[in-house]
C-alpha cells in the first residue's frame, strides 16, 4: 500500500513537471480590465502627469500567468503609447505602437526572416517599439524623443500566424538587432484588447 501511494505521489509530482515545463510556458495569457483613480499607485500616477501634458490616459488592469500589472494606455504627438507599471507603481517598460515599415531597414530584415522561419506562414498584426531601464531614464526618454545610453530598446509583434493549418496569435519579442528571444501563444478572450 505504501509502494502504490508513493507511485501515486510520483506521478502527481511527473504530471505538475509536465504542465510546467518550457513547452507549457509557451503560452500567453491575459485579461484586461478597466480601472478607476483609487486602483492606481500615486507613484504611477505621478510618473504619467509628469510625463504627459493634456492627455486622455485609459487605465487597465492586466492580469496574466505571472501575476497582475497597471497599464496606462494614452496618445501624445500622434504617437500611441502603452506603459506598463507594477501594482506598487514602479515602471515596467514603455511601448509605443510603430508601423512594421517603419523599422530600421536591416532589423526589419531579420525580424521578417525568422518570421518566415518559425511559422508557415503568418501577418503582422501590431508592432510596439519597446524601452525599459530606470524611470529616470525612461521620463528622459519621452522628454527629448531621443534614447539615453541605458535604455534597451526590443519589438514587440502580435502575429496571426499558422504553424500547421491552425491559424493562431502569437506575441514575438525581438532584441533590438531584430534577433527573435521569445514566441508565445496568446490564449485570451478578447484579442482585440491586444490591437490598441
Do not use: C
Not at 506603459?83 to 523599422?103: Q, R
Request: charged share 30%; no cysteine.
Amino acid at each position: 500500500m505504501a509502494n502504490l501511494f508513493s507511485i501515486f505521489n510520483v506521478l502527481r509530482i511527473t504530471a505538475f513537471l509536465l504542465w510546467v515545463s518550457p513547452a507549457r510556458a509557451q503560452q500567453k495569457f491575459e485579461r484586461e480590465y478597466t480601472i478607476k483613480g483609487s486602483q492606481i499607485h500615486p507613484d504611477a500616477l505621478k510618473f504619467i502627469n509628469e510625463s504627459f501634458r493634456n492627455v486622455k490616459v485609459h487605465w487597465y488592469g492586466e492580469e496574466s500567468l505571472t501575476g497582475t500589472t497597471i497599464e496606462a494606455k494614452l496618445k501624445s504627438s500622434g504617437k500611441q503609447y502603452s506603459i506598463e507599471f507594477s501594482k506598487g507603481g514602479e515602471i515596467h517598460d514603455i511601448e509605443i505602437l510603430t508601423p512594421f515599415k517603419k523599422l530600421p531597414d536591416e532589423t526589419r530584415k531579420r525580424i521578417t526572416k525568422q518570421l518566415e522561419d518559425e511559422f508557415n506562414s503568418y501577418k503582422v498584426v501590431k508592432t510596439q517599439t519597446q524601452w525599459t531601464g530606470t524611470k529616470d531614464l525612461l521620463k528622459t526618454a519621452l522628454a527629448k524623443e531621443e534614447l539615453p545610453d541605458g535604455v534597451v530598446v526590443q519589438y514587440e509583434l502580435i502575429v496571426r500566424a499558422k504553424k500547421t493549418s491552425l491559424s493562431k496569435y502569437y506575441e514575438v519579442l525581438f532584441e533590438g538587432n531584430g534577433k527573435m528571444k521569445s514566441v508565445h501563444e496568446i490564449i485570451q478572450r478578447n484579442v482585440d484588447n491586444l490591437i490598441y
